[in-house]
């Protein structure tokens, strides 16, 4: 908590206070009896479980298969019943979920569960206020009161994880949250479900649907755990590809380090950065199929040989090709040895025609290229580096992308020199 800026802070004060006093309005105005309290032990154990389980999204925040029961409990009780079960649900997980989480991360979760319930209560009754029932008008409603649920928790989620990361809610919910909306219409059914079920066989009713919970959070895991092997095969073809050619060592992450700077600074969407640190990591890929002889060959190169090296754009395109998430990056990866004159391989292809994950490769490439010692030449400092870009940016390289690379890289460089004079470690871009 102490690590928090002070703006964060606020955020969760505003949020939490305001849940607090929902909250306590609502249980003071209910007419309290044994029925009710029943249902609530009932619908808080089932949350309690529910939240207990969740899946981590790829960029921070977690989803889980709470949503249907929230539902239910909106459509079948009293907002004190329904707010009090989901506040406990927040506050009162267990097991691995709940030692790696503060208290002030379970004491804010309640209070957006609070405030996102009270929302969607309110808009469904200002439209109906009659007993549950399931006629068109009413499944309508519910619909609208599980959309108005899900957009104020996805709202409170990206404002608070883009204040943390210093980043804008939109791009936040682009880039991660996103990933959930499938998740959450999937549940919305199942809390219709819920609801019939518990009204008319109760208890029991909870236990029919329990399994089918579980499968759907499972599935969503299995998802989630699918785009975390995408960069490990990544990874894997890099760390290939790195074991061949020893002087190149670390040269493919740096470069989509680099590469990702450039596209923050263009303000690429997330979506796009993503693919073009793929394309970016992977460039030199095709690298696989050219002899260690000759990658790591101290003179000069026969043409023969050249030749070689220059297929190696191609070759990558047909292995990446070969892996079917990655397709799409395949012509980035084989276009970025082209020249901005037009006189690169293997296309001959200039300007804008290079596609500009390409041109952005080329110039993360060719700096790191510069800066790196090879087993020829050792190699040159931070300024001699962007003194050779700016000479060949319009020929070689793309001058536009030059520039904003120039910027980039200065404004890291002084910020690595500003927390050494503090005694602090400088990371890396990206």
């Not at 690590?3 to 004060?13: E, G």
Request: aromatic content about 10%; overall charge negative; some cysteine.
């Amino acid at each position: 908590m102490e690590k928090l800026s002070m703006k964060v802070k606020l955020f969760l004060a505003i949020i939490t206070t305001s849940a607090t006093l929902v909250l306590g309005w609502n249980v003071i105005r209910t007419d309290w009896n044994h029925e009710l309290l029943i249902h609530l032990i009932v619908f808080a154990i089932l949350a309690i479980c529910s939240e207990s389980l969740p899946v981590a999204l790829p960029k921070g925040g977690y989803v889980t298969v709470s949503y249907p029961i929230f539902l239910t409990s909106l459509i079948l009780f009293p907002l004190g019943v329904t707010l009090t079960a989901m506040a406990l649900s927040g506050l009162l997980i267990f097991g691995k979920v709940a030692s790696e989480q503060p208290f002030y991360k379970r004491v804010f979760n309640a209070s957006q569960y609070v405030l996102s319930l009270a929302t969607a209560y309110w808009v469904m009754n200002f439209f109906n206020s009659s007993p549950i029932q399931f006629d068109s008008i009413s499944l309508i409603l519910y619909l609208v009161a599980a959309f108005v649920y899900m957009i104020m928790n996805m709202t409170i989620i990206a404002i608070i994880i883009g204040m943390v990361s210093n980043k804008s809610p939109w791009s936040i919910f682009v880039s991660n949250i996103r990933w959930s909306v499938p998740n959450f219409i999937a549940l919305v059914p199942l809390g219709f479900l819920l609801t019939l079920l518990y009204k008319n066989w109760g208890a029991l009713g909870l236990l029919l649907l329990f399994i089918p919970l579980l499968i759907s959070r499972h599935s969503f895991q299995l998802y989630i755990d699918m785009r975390e092997n995408y960069l490990n095969t990544v990874e894997a073809l890099v760390q290939a590809l790195e074991a061949k050619d020893t002087y190149t060592s670390g040269h493919s992450a740096r470069v989509g380090k680099f590469a990702v700077a450039i596209a923050e600074e263009l303000e690429m969407s997330d979506d796009k950065i993503e693919s073009l640190k793929y394309a970016a990591v992977l460039h030199d890929v095709g690298k696989i199929g050219v002899s260690e002889i000759i990658l790591n060959k101290e003179g000069k190169l026969l043409d023969s040989e050249w030749e070689v090296i220059r297929s190696h754009p191609v070759m990558g395109q047909t292995i990446i090709k070969s892996i079917k998430f990655l397709f799409d990056i395949g012509q980035v990866v084989r276009h970025h040895h082209e020249r901005f004159d037009g006189n690169g391989y293997p296309d001959g292809i200039k300007g804008v025609d290079i596609p500009i994950e390409s041109r952005i490769i080329a110039v993360a490439d060719t700096y790191d290229a510069i800066t790196s010692d090879r087993s020829y030449r050792k190699g040159s400092t931070h300024d001699e580096a962007l003194a050779e870009l700016k000479r060949v940016a319009g020929s070689q390289l793309d001058p536009e992308i030059v520039k904003i690379f120039c910027k980039a890289v200065t404004y890291e460089m002084a910020a690595r020199t500003e927390d050494a004079d503090h005694g602090q470690i400088a990371e890396s871009l990206g």
